[in-house]
């Protein structure tokens, strides 16, 4: 290596971002050439001189400025996907639920329209869950100590379901448990509640595996519902009624899992 | 169609998690060119609300605090472009050659025995700093300053690593001379001029 060339890689040959075959080559070179040495040296101390340079360290109120905004962020960024495509229908949905609700002899069912009515206004809230968890044994523990309620909380997650949390609601005067779980964009809501009368529950019946169910759709919120034991039970989403059914079968393995513990 | 979507607390952990430990680097930075406090804490905080919003495109297997700066040099130059000012990304070719009038001084041979490392004071640095045309202060900001190695000083800069290895250069060069300009003034070296 010739002095021209030590030069020109000087600098990255101190800061060792030379290859080894440029490495060695300057590093014999410097071993002979008490000019380029000394030059090397200099190098080498203004470089360690910037190294040392304090550094000064952001302000705390920034940090915390940021993590609030990136919180309110998260949470504009959460809504979106649900408020998207639910409110193009939301006004008309909840209509129907209304009118179901407010009179009798229509043939809609009041319970599914009440379930309905609480799935699209809870998709729409920033943050739905009142108690955001994505265990289900610590939301299971919520449910029973927030509500009293032994509510079950099947795993989807196989399905690409994913457990978001829980809330409390009240459904026809009835405390109930409100389980969220979502795919991609889309929320699947969980009711379960103290069954009510015949005549609230009725509606077109389906059967799935055995099973028996009431199923119904308005403006592709679908509504799948049953009786177990003492209690109601109801899914609402604008996933396909394959989807529902499993997940109510799920739903029904996991209660009867738990009533054998 | 499943689309993957994080829960926002998820995304918010492993953002400060990965992202905002460099809070203090991105914060450095922007003191640096914008030399301004106020300012920089402004710059910072649209650098990281920009990161944030587009986190889930950050190639986990990446380098952050590269992508990080990448961000805060747009914002910055953006800033400087509503000002109404030259950027180094508008024209590369037309800085380049701005450059070469600066870069004469700094080809001539920095004098190998002197000795003012020992009595800079603090704030020469920032102070020799302020003098550097943008594309140099930006490269010896991060290498020298911020520790970046040339290839990610490259990704943050978005140029070759040739193009690193000469800004720095350059840079170092300048630099040294206004510190041995300075330290004239202060008295520490004398009888050279």
């Known amino acids: 290596m010739t002095c021209q060339e030590l030069h020109a890689h000087l600098p990255a040959y101190v800061d060792g971002e030379l290859g080894v075959v440029e490495t060695l080559g300057a590093g014999a070179h410097l071993a002979e ?229 | 169609m499943v689309i993957r979507w994080g829960r926002s607390d998820d995304r918010r952990a492993e953002f400060e998690e990965v992202a905002l430990v460099h809070l203090d680097a991105l914060y450095r930075f922007a003191l640096r060119l914008t030399h301004n406090r106020a300012e920089a804490q402004d710059l910072v905080q649209e650098t990281c609300l920009r990161a944030f919003r587009s986190f889930h495109r950050f190639d986990r297997g990446s380098n952050c605090r590269a992508w990080l700066f990448t961000i805060l040099r747009h914002a910055f130059f953006n800033r400087l472009r509503r000002a109404g000012r030259e950027t180094p990304d508008g024209d590369p070719v037309a800085w380049e050659s701005a450059l070469e009038s600066v870069t004469s001084e700094a080809r001539a041979a920095v004098d190998p025995e002197e000795e003012f490392f020992q009595t800079v004071l603090h704030g020469d640095v920032d102070r020799a700093l302020k003098t550097l045309p943008l594309p140099f202060r930006e490269a010896v900001i991060l290498v020298d300053l911020e520790g970046l190695t040339y290839k990610e000083a490259g990704e943050a800069l978005g140029c070759p690593i040739g193009t690193v290895m000469s800004r720095l250069w350059r840079g170092r060069r300048l630099l040294r001379q206004a510190l041995g300009r300075y330290a004239r003034e202060h008295g520490y070296l004398g009888g050279r001029e």
């Open chain 1, 33 to 261: 050439c008490p000019r380029c040495h000394l030059l090397a040296e200099g190098e080498r101390r203004f470089r360690e001189l910037l190294r040392r340079q304090p550094r000064e360290t952001a302000p705390a109120e920034l940090r915390a400025r940021i993590l609030v905004r990136c919180r309110q962020e998260a949470q504009r960024a959460a809504i979106r996907p649900w408020v998207a495509p639910v409110l193009a229908t939301a006004a008309a949905a909840v209509l129907i639920a209304v009118f179901a609700v407010g009179q009798p002899g229509f043939h809609s069912t009041p319970l599914a329209g009440d379930l309905v009515a609480q799935h699209i206004a809870y998709a729409q809230i920033e943050r739905p869950a009142e108690y955001a968890t994505a265990d289900r044994a610590d939301l299971e523990a919520w449910l029973r100590q927030r509500a009293g309620l032994q509510a079950p909380v099947p795993d989807y997650s196989a399905a690409g379901i994913r457990l978001v949390g829980a809330r409390i609601a009240g459904i026809r005067g009835r405390k109930a448990a409100y389980v969220l779980y979502e795919k991609g964009h889309t929320l699947l809501s969980v009711f379960m509640l103290p069954a009510p009368d015949d005549a609230e529950l009725a509606g077109p019946r389906v059967s799935y595996r055995g099973q028996e169910y009431f199923a119904q759709e308005r403006k592709g919120y679908r509504t799948v519902w049953w009786t177990d034991g003492p209690a109601v039970f109801g899914l609402v989403s604008m996933l396909d009624y394959d989807a529902l059914f499993e997940c109510a079968d799920r739903l029904r393995e996991e209660r009867a899992r738990q009533s054998r513990l």
